[in-house]
């Protein structure tokens, strides 16, 4: 979401429109609205458990179950890349097999 920002924001300071700052006010208001949402939350985690945060990881077994969530993630990943190219080479078969450009 900061990447998206930061380049609608730099696309935006070399363009040449006439209401830059509705437009910069625009950029800005999905970072503006995550920071409001999430002092929100951690008022409310304030009010009702005494302690200003959204997560607190200390005392916990993070790095293990980290660790599980890899080892079954990556071999998931990896699998999830094989199928575009895949895909792709299908429709591109059909595409070219019903005419390709000569539709519509």
């Known amino acids: 979401?900061?990447?998206g920002t930061a380049?609608?924001?730099?696309?935006?300071w070399k363009s040449?429109?006439?209401h830059k700052g509705?437009?910069?006010?625009?950029?800005l208001a999905p970072l503006?609205?995550?920071g409001c949402v999430t002092a929100g939350y951690k008022m409310l985690n304030y009010h009702c458990y005494g302690e200003y945060a959204i997560t607190d990881r200390s005392g916990t077994?993070?790095?293990?179950?980290m660790s599980d969530l890899l080892q079954v993630a990556v071999?998931?990943?990896?699998?999830?890349?094989?199928?575009?190219?895949?895909?792709?080479l299908l429709f591109r078969a059909i595409y070219n097999?019903?005419?390709?450009?000569k539709l519509a």
């Open 1 to 3: 979401m900061c990447v």
């Open 7 to 12: 380049c609608t924001v730099a696309g935006l």
């Open 16 to 18: 040449r429109h006439t």
């Open 22 to 27: 509705f437009r910069f006010a625009a950029a």
């Open 32 to 34: 503006l609205a995550l």
């Open 61 to 65: 077994y993070c790095k293990e179950v």
């Open 75 to 88: 071999p998931e990943f990896l699998w999830s890349l094989a199928w575009p190219p895949l895909v792709w």
């Open 97 to 101: 097999r019903v005419g390709g450009t």
